[in-house]
Every structure is written in C-alpha cells, then in structure tokens.
C-alpha cells in the first residue's frame, strides 16, 4: 500500500524532517534523474522495471500534490513520534529489569564479611590437615636408629643427666644375621635380675643393638656378664657408665647372700617346694595316658 512506502526515499531523497523542508523544484529534479535511470527502455532484462517505474511515478504524484504531501509528512512525523516513545519505554523497561534483577543478585548474594569468615575457616581447616599428615608422614619415616640415638642422647648424655640413671643403663648388642630380638625378649631376659623400666631397640647395617634401661643399679650389675641370649647369636652386654668399685662390691655381697639363701632356710624351703610340684605334675601327667 502507498501509506507504508516511504516516498522521499523512492526519488532517492531523504526523508523525515529533512524531506518534508525540499521544494517541488529539488522533487522535480530528484524525479526525472530517477525516471532516467528506471525507465524500462533503459532496462529492457528487468522483469520488475514496469513495475519500479509505476511506483516511481505514483510516489512522485503524491509529493507534488500539495495537501498528499502535507498528509503523508504528517504520518512520517506520527510515526517517528510513535518510534521514539517506544524506544524511551522499551530502555525504561530494560532499565527496571535491570535494576530488579541487580536488587536480586545483591539480595541473595552472600554477605562479603561471612564469605571471607568461611573462606578463613576452610583454608584453616585445611591447613591443619596438612600439617597433621606432615607430622604422621615424618613418623612414619623417622627411623628406628634415630629414635634410639635420641633417647640414647636424652637419657645418657642430656646436659644435667643423673649419673645414677646412666649407671642403670645397659647397651646391648648382637648380629643382625642371627636370631632377631624383640623389646619384648630382651624384657623378659633381663627381668630376672630385676625390673627392667624401658627397652628401645635401634639398628645399623650389620649390627642390632639396644639400650636396657634396669630399675636399680644392682640389677644392672648383676645382668652384665650373665646373660647370654640365645646360642645361636648371643648379646654383648656393655655398661653405659661403668660402675665404681663400691658399687661392684656392694653387688657381689649381695649375690653371694642371695646365693646362700638359695641353699638353706627359706631358699631351700622354696627349692624343695618347686621339685615336689614338678613330681606331682609328671605323676598326674602319667596317670592320664
């Protein structure tokens, strides 16, 4: 329809406000430059120039015609009216779904203090989990020998260390290649010369060893030179600090009097005591099969 065509723009003028200023001699001109160029002898191959130069010539008709003109520059202005109130409405539309959505991000996004709060706590949380796997790494791995060599160090020559303590402490050691030693065995092996309050054992390439450390310092005395250990692989027993010759003295009456106890009174007592048990479990033993 002839409402919905721009007609300044079919004579190739501009439109708007711009072509409702051009006078009929400028439309006139912009006309027969046109009819020139669309004419349909000049375009004998276009099937559609009938056609272009028909519209050419009815958009030329109403521009030239006084009231046609004012009427269709009206509805150019209408419509640029139209255009720009719609524009304005659709940016303050875009605007207040800006502004909401933006009000909506900021009402459900976190609270920058607790958010940090929460990050401070992960990352501590985390740290403290690393530094406890470094620590169980590190035990893990901490070898045998320098746990030995640390408490050797803590209990023998830590600055200010009794000379007492030493004094009860016995370094034991045997080949690796033999028949191995627990804490436990070496415990139960010097117990019989008294209370044996600790046994850490360290180890090297060839050598085992182990420092016993006996309650009293006559225990330690008493068990040096006397326990062998198994055959197979017997124990060197060597004191950490040689005792004083009182000491030594004081030790051998000791088990010289224990050795006399050992054959009368309640020695004795208890020497015929243990021989009795035994008969009676062998005669009850027989008696069974």
């Known amino acids: 329809m002839d409402v919905d065509i721009d007609h300044y723009n079919v004579l190739g003028l501009p439109s708007g406000e711009e072509g409702a200023k051009l006078t009929e001699k400028e439309i006139s001109k912009a006309y027969k430059l046109k009819a020139l160029e669309l004419h349909p002898d000049k375009r004998p191959d276009d099937p559609n120039a009938h056609a272009n130069f028909q519209k050419l010539k009815s958009s030329y008709e109403i521009l030239k015609d006084e009231k046609a003109r004012k009427l269709f520059d009206d509805l150019l202005r209408v419509k640029r009216e139209r255009y720009v109130r719609a524009s304005q409405k659709d940016a303050k539309r875009q605007k207040m779904v800006s502004d909401l959505e933006e009000r909506e991000r900021a009402a459900f996004a976190p609270d920058p203090a607790a958010r940090a709060r929460e990050e401070e706590d992960r990352i501590t949380r985390k740290l403290k989990e690393e530094i406890a796997r470094i620590r169980a790494m590190?035990?893990?791995?901490?070898?045998?020998?320098?746990?030995?060599?640390?408490?050797?160090?803590a209990g023998v020559t830590k600055e200010g260390a009794s000379n007492v303590d030493r004094e009860k402490m016995l370094k034991v050691s045997w080949d690796k290649g033999g028949e191995?030693?627990?804490?436990?065995?070496?415990?139960?092996?010097?117990?019989?010369?008294g209370e044996?309050?600790?046994?850490?054992?360290?180890?090297?390439?060839?050598?085992?060893?182990?420092?016993?450390?006996?309650?009293t310092i006559e225990?330690?005395?008493?068990?040096?030179?006397?326990?062998?250990?198994n055959l197979s692989n017997p124990l060197l027993i060597v004191p950490v600090k040689p005792a004083t010759a009182t000491e030594l003295s004081s030790v051998q009456q000791s088990a010289e009097s224990a050795r006399l106890n050992n054959l009368v009174g309640t020695g004795y007592k208890a020497y015929e005591d243990s021989v009795l048990e035994k008969l009676q479990?062998?005669?009850?033993?027989?008696?069974?099969?």
């Open 281 to 289: 479990k062998a005669a009850a033993a027989k008696n069974q099969k």
């Open 180 to 193: 191995d030693y627990t804490s436990e065995r070496l415990k139960e092996l010097f117990s019989r010369f």
């Open 219 to 229: 225990a330690a005395i008493a068990a040096m030179g006397t326990v062998s250990g």
């Open 138 to 153: 590190h035990a893990n791995k901490r070898a045998p020998a320098a746990s030995a060599l640390k408490k050797e160090t």
């Open 196 to 215: 044996v309050e600790d046994v850490v054992i360290s180890s090297s390439k060839k050598k085992r060893s182990a420092l016993v450390q006996m309650a």
